[in-house]
């Protein structure tokens, strides 16, 4: 997590950082800070500020000096508390060098015991400080790429992180292990970032960095060495970002505008990739596994949070229509639990961001053990995008709100693709396949018309958002959406809500049923309707009030739930891509009744880049 970006070149240097790091402030807003640095300047100019960047910029208004170089990061805190004093960048004590991190120095404790007996003082609680001491103990003769590349040797953890020196005004350095970095390329400048999103508006080419690599920037080149100083050619490639996708385009929330984009992001994710007429799915990212996928006996879907109940969507999917034997993990759980895993198990992992630390763990130990790994990520050249052996592309563009709502819509239509594709090596016939595809191509429109409900889930928000829990029931393949519509509710509300299978209900939680408890029901009719009208009645005999996610055209539901958001009707397996839509709005609607803030909840970070 953190947002770090970096900047050396002859523009207006803090006000493109501060834009820079708006951008990133999804990584983490708990702090942020800028140094900038000149010729001629003994130190460098360092600014802090707890809280996000806006109380930075507060900080920068009345700067108008022309600086050549500068740094800057907005903060998830991981060692020591959200204050000034713990924000970055860190600065050596002679405030010549500053340093930016994203990542963990795992052996910290250890280095800054060593550091502090040699006579360095610290004056936070982060793991990062120990980086500038060490890179100022190594500062010699003005090189500042040895001076980092010397500190990073005694370095255990990961990180991604920008260094600037006073007296070096037209030097920046990078270096990356486990973090993303990025270098921006432009007409004499050149950018660092975490993510592309911040170079976006400045350059489409770009540079990403692979573990163990630092560069070293000036204005007019860059250049890739590894720790031992070898140079490594790498190559340039294209950032593919548009613009508007990271403006709110006249919404109040980025996740608001997320959730009205979904009838676009759906089709963007399976555009191309159909030959409906055939029932047949293409998918150039598996062109690898092309001939195997008869091959795989069992399928491991591992992945975190909203990623994780796309997953167990995933996991009906396959087996209900490819007939292949799946399994669902949470990433954070996969590698410490010894899995049994065999070269005929094909190990999918799913992630937004792409960077997830849990997710790339799991990756990594996917392959160590001998298995195919395939990514479904949104973020291109992400971490797991270019780790796995083979992949798709959720192409929902960038997800800005923290709590993911179009990303769900997409992975969960990656995984309904990758069943298809799958199911017609055998289950699935042509005529079957024609039938999927072709309910599939319909979602978007049907998509549109939950929009319409808005204003109606609108009034039910209203009504419940004083409420201090919440319960979300759901069978078969809206279980997950009940997870999924839950995780929402609690992110952005901070209402506690949990997701439960209906029929578990009477198991315990029916214990908490009264009439003070919402019970939102995703009571659609599928398969097990009539258990799930039961599972109601069980609710309104204990004086719970019941919102029903509810069919279009279904009668019997106005008789028992209390209040009633309908969904369109389209195949079982394609539902949960509707029924989770209202749940988003609903969150949506509660949190901003409740004054929290939706795109930036408290405690959260969108990417979370440490295990
Ligand atoms: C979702 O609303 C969350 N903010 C979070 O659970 C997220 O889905 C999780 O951290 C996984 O992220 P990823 O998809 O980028 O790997």
Not at 112 to 140: A, N, P, Q
Not at 182 to 190: D, K
Not at 408 to 427: C, D, E, N, P
Request: proline share 3%.
């Amino acid at each position: 997590m953190c947002g770090i970006v970096g900047y050396i070149g002859d523009k207006n240097i803090h006000n493109l950082l501060i834009s820079g790091l708006k951008r990133l402030e999804y990584r983490g807003y708990d702090s942020a800070g800028l140094a900038l640095c000149k010729e001629n300047q003994k130190n460098l100019k360092v600014f802090r500020s707890k809280g996000k960047i806006v109380e930075l910029e507060k900080l920068l208004s009345k700067v108008d000096d022309k600086f050549s170089c500068g740094i800057g990061h907005t903060r998830w805190a991981t060692h020591g508390v959200p204050s000034v004093q713990n924000a970055h960048p860190h600065v050596s004590n002679d405030g010549k060098i500053a340093v930016v991190h994203n990542g963990i120095i795992e052996n910290n404790e250890h280095l800054r015991e060593v550091l502090i007996e040699e006579g360095f003082k610290f004056s936070s609680e982060t793991d990062t400080e120990v980086l500038v001491h060490l890179i100022s103990k190594y500062y010699k003769d003005g090189d500042l790429f040895e001076a980092v590349s010397s500190a990073l040797k005694n370095v255990e953890g990961t990180y991604g992180i920008a260094v600037i020196a006073a007296d070096k005004p037209g030097v920046l350095v990078g270096a990356k292990n486990g973090s993303p970095l990025i270098v921006g390329i432009g007409e004499n400048e050149m950018l660092l970032a975490s993510d592309a999103s911040a170079l976006g508006a400045y350059t489409s080419e770009a540079v990403y960095l692979s573990d163990g690599e630092i560069v070293v920037l000036n204005a007019d080149s860059y250049h890739t060495y590894n720790l031992e100083h070898v140079e490594i050619n790498k190559d340039v490639e294209e950032i593919q970002i548009e613009m508007s996708r990271i403006e709110k385009s006249g919404y109040d929330h980025y996740m608001l505008k997320e959730i009205y984009e979904q009838d676009k992001t759906i089709n963007d994710c399976f555009r191309g990739r159909l030959l409906p007429e055939q029932g047949i799915v293409k998918l150039g990212g598996l062109a690898q596994i092309e001939d195997k996928l008869k091959d795989y006996k069992k399928i491991t879907i591992t992945a975190c949070g909203t990623s994780w109940h796309a997953a167990l969507v995933g996991e009906y999917l396959f087996e209900e229509l490819a007939g292949i034997p799946t399994e669902v993990e949470y990433a954070s759980e996969f590698r410490y639990r010894n899995p049994v895993l065999t070269k005929d198990n094909l190990v999918i992992v799913i992630s937004q961001s792409g960077e997830t630390a849990d997710t790339l763990a799991a990756l990594r130990e996917a392959k160590m053990r001998g298995c195919t790994v395939l990514g479904i990520t949104n973020v291109i050249g992400s971490a797991i995008a270019r780790e796995t052996d083979c992949g798709m592309y959720i192409h929902a563009g960038i997800e800005i709100g923290v709590a993911s709502t179009k990303a769900f819509t997409s992975q969960v239509t990656a995984l309904f693709l990758l069943a298809i594709k799958f199911g017609r090596t055998g289950k699935i016939s042509g005529t079957k396949g024609i039938e999927y595809l072709k309910a599939l191509m319909k979602l978007p429109e049907l998509v549109k018309k939950i929009y319409k409900k808005s204003e109606d889930i609108k009034k039910i928000a209203l009504e419940f958002s004083s409420k201090r829990n919440f319960l979300y029931l759901g069978r078969g393949i809206q279980f997950p959406v009940s997870l999924e519509g839950a995780l929402k509710l609690k992110e952005i509300s901070y209402i506690h809500a949990e997701g439960y299978p209906a029929a578990e209900m009477k198991h315990g939680p029916i214990a908490l049923i009264d009439e003070d408890m919402p019970v939102v029901v995703l009571a659609l009719q599928y398969g097990v309707y009539d258990k799930l009208i039961s599972n109601i009645h069980e609710v309104k005999a204990r004086k719970g009030r019941v919102i029903a996610i509810a069919s279009e055209n279904d009668k019997t539901i106005d008789k028992i739930a209390d209040y009633v958001i309908r969904v369109p009707v389209t195949l079982e397996a394609l539902s949960p891509i509707l029924s989770v839509i209202p749940l988003q709005l609903l969150s949506y609607y509660i949190a901003v009744e409740r004054g929290c803030d939706v795109d930036q909840p408290r405690n959260l970070a969108k990417s979370v880049t440490v295990e």
